[in-house]
């Protein structure tokens, strides 16, 4: 480890993948049960709900957040409303293995976004760091075949994943430049809370949108209350939680990295839940992976 990357920031910073990779496993069990864009909402409707006792004072007229509303607007549609909407949109026009191979240049994004508007710079550390994660999503993804991703053909919908890394990089370098009062920076309800009033206004705009053009439709029971509360307290606010704070201690650029666990992290819990065993090629990606995580975070 180094003085930047110790521990206890790397454990923060594995929380996210790991209850983003559960996320996608329990949205597609919930599929035929409720609209994915619908499931966002309603994901952070409840919560804004779980967190509005700890942090309803942000909702105060003397908050401090109404002066910044500009900023958390743009944090709410980038984190809240555009992210999880997009990836939702891509896997209803392209398919999964499209879908993880685009997001697998969420560390290729932080850096090319962090050097171009954030006046970060680029090493060559961090790009190895870069190719040696991105290789060992690869694995996952090819199942160690790497001639399989020789039949992978792009479509237009791959475009919505495109733009969610690209909202996800903006969004990690914004949480790493603070402009809002100490008091709600300070308390992490009160900072997640600001960004919810906004996206989910942007949420629900993009909600009314499913329900008008497409023919949604929801199934009430407990299999789907019992998702919605996984996704509300896991993906929802433990990971943002845990994201923000590790933005915080090493920056974007070596957190983008540990996004990446999230396909083997999926990967894993696929095959849990199928009953088949962990393969080799697992245990390489993961070597991948945390050597492009070892090697860029190397002062």
Known sequence: MTPGLNFRTATLLLVPPLLWAGNAVVGRLVNQLVPPITLNFLR????????????????????????????????????????????????????????????????????????????????????????????????????????????????????YVLLATAAWAFYSWMLSQPKEPTAIRSDWAAFLMAQMVFGLGWSGLFAAGEWALTDAHIVWGWPLAAALLYVALGPAILAYRCWGLGIQRVGPNIAGFFANLTPLFAALMSAAFLGELPQPYHGLAFVLIVGGIVVSSRR
Do not use: K
């Open 44 to 159: 952070w409707a409840l919560a804004f709900v779980i967190l509005l006792p700890l942090a309803g004072w942000v909702l105060r007229r003397n908050s401090g957040m109404w002066p910044h509303w500009r900023r958390f607007a743009v944090l709410g549609l980038l984190g809240v409303g555009a992210y999880n909407a997009l990836q939702y949109l891509a896997l209803q026009t392209s398919t999964p293995l499209n879908v993880t191979l685009v997001a697998a240049s969420t560390p290729v994004w932080m850096l090319g976004i962090g050097w171009l508007f954030f006046a970060q710079p680029v090493s060559r550390r961090q790009m190895l760091g870069a190719l040696l994660s991105i290789i060992g999503v690869l694995v996952v993804l090819s199942r160690g075949q790497l001639a399989l991703l020789a039949g992978v053909r792009l479509v237009p919908g791959d475009l």
